[in-house]
């Protein structure tokens, strides 16, 4: 499961975009405001809303991962029932799929030096009540990289300060500043809770 933004403030011209031919992007689910929904692609089709990245061992994640589209330009919040709507629709295609919550990714996750979204407004915290996503528990603090790489984020060297970016706006929001024992801890308890596959 991979979580967008769609930058593009309307769920109408969002649409427009998606369904055309020329636009080389799809998504399975756009998610308006209002939280109606709609399908564009079957849930065993694949669509083209991840683009280059990777999560785990995925490496081609389009074909492995069902896209979500939020109408939100990624500076506002995410209203209620659009929220509401998201968890419904989660609940079902994790059951549907037998997805555990630990593979419910935002965009920025797996692709963290292209993309912020879902973005800082993105209210990971309710998902996790909801048992649709995790959360981080603290462990003992280690090589950030390498429990990141555990966990199934992806980095080339180089790709550091980005990777940290992504982790902070899920796990850490607000944090800033050098890479600290906090978000090594933090990581380190993500790779050994939930290892990617």
Request: charge should be neutral.
């Amino acid at each position: 499961m991979v979580l967008h933004y769609t930058v593009i403030p309307t769920a109408r011209a969002t649409l427009d975009h998606l369904r055309h031919p020329g636009s080389g992007v799809s998504a399975h689910y756009v998610l308006d405001r209002d939280g109606t929904c709609w399908q564009l692609v079957t849930e065993e089709m694949r669509a083209w809303h991840a683009g280059l990245g990777a999560w785990g061992t995925v490496t081609e994640v389009n074909s492995r991962a069902i896209g979500i589209e939020l109408v939100n330009t990624g500076t506002e919040p995410f209203p209620e029932p659009q929220i509401s709507a998201l968890e419904t629709l989660l609940a079902g295609i994790l059951r549907r799929w037998s997805i555990p919550p630990a593979r419910v990714i935002g965009h920025s996750d797996m692709a963290p030096t292209r993309k912020q979204d879902p973005g800082p407004r993105f209210d990971w915290a309710r998902l996790v009540r909801r048992g649709l996503a995790v959360a981080a528990a603290p462990a003992a603090p280690g090589d950030f990289l390498g429990a990141a790489a555990r966990f199934g984020y992806r980095a080339a060297p180089g790709e550091e300060e980005a990777l940290l970016a992504a982790f902070r706006a899920r796990f850490r929001p607000g944090a800033r500043g050098p890479l600290d024992d906090h978000d090594r801890a933090l990581m380190a308890g993500l790779a050994a809770a939930y290892p990617a596959g």
